[in-house]
């Protein structure tokens, strides 16, 4: 009986530690957890760029970007500037990606709690298919030192440059 009893003890010691231990992973392992990270942004008044969504996703066979631009609707002219296209990236531009992502800060962006009539409307999302964190910032380029909406627009910039495209054409 003591020897159960002591198997017992030991048994329970051992998952006490295995739960502390997860509890106290490193950064680096919680990094590892990111899969996924998307940028959708649509804009009141423009033509071509009217909206764009870029998702870039962690697989087992390697990082895909996957991009969508469409001009607005009715602008045949535009629809040269449609993109429809998915390609790999390294793993170096999804930790720059990542990085810059994970610089936002909330407490920052609750000054930018502002809205307009005309303007772009971001949203970067990051995290895994079971869970993730979301930002929505319009017009993150107005005022945005005092609105401090600046790691957001890096971020949104980092996205747009992994995906090819020019930051200055599309926010």
């Not at 198997?7 to 919680?30: A, H, M, Y």
């Not at 909206?51 to 066979?61: A, D, F, G, L, P």
């Not at 800060?105 to 930018?112: F, M, N, W």
Request: net charge neutral.
């Amino acid at each position: 009986m003591r020897i159960s009893i002591a198997i017992f003890i030991l048994v329970l010691s051992s998952c006490g530690e295995t739960e502390k231990r997860s509890q106290n992973k490193q950064p680096e392992d919680r990094l590892e957890r990111i899969d996924v990270i998307s940028f959708k942004f649509e804009h009141s008044l423009r033509i071509p760029f009217y909206k764009v969504s870029i998702e870039i996703t962690k697989r087992y066979n390697g990082i895909y970007l996957e991009l969508h631009s469409s001009p607005k609707d009715g602008f045949k002219n535009w629809e040269n500037t449609r993109i429809d296209t998915t390609f790999l990236i390294d793993a170096n531009t999804f930790n720059k990606v990542l990085n810059s992502v994970r610089k936002i800060s909330s407490q920052d962006l609750e000054s930018s709690l502002v809205s307009g009539e005309d303007g772009t409307s971001c949203e970067i999302r990051y995290g895994n298919f079971q869970n993730a964190i979301s930002y929505l910032v319009w017009t993150p380029g107005l005022d945005s030192a005092t609105r401090k909406t600046e790691d957001f627009l890096m971020a949104c910039k980092e996205i747009i440059i992994a995906a090819k495209l020019d930051p200055n054409k599309i926010l």
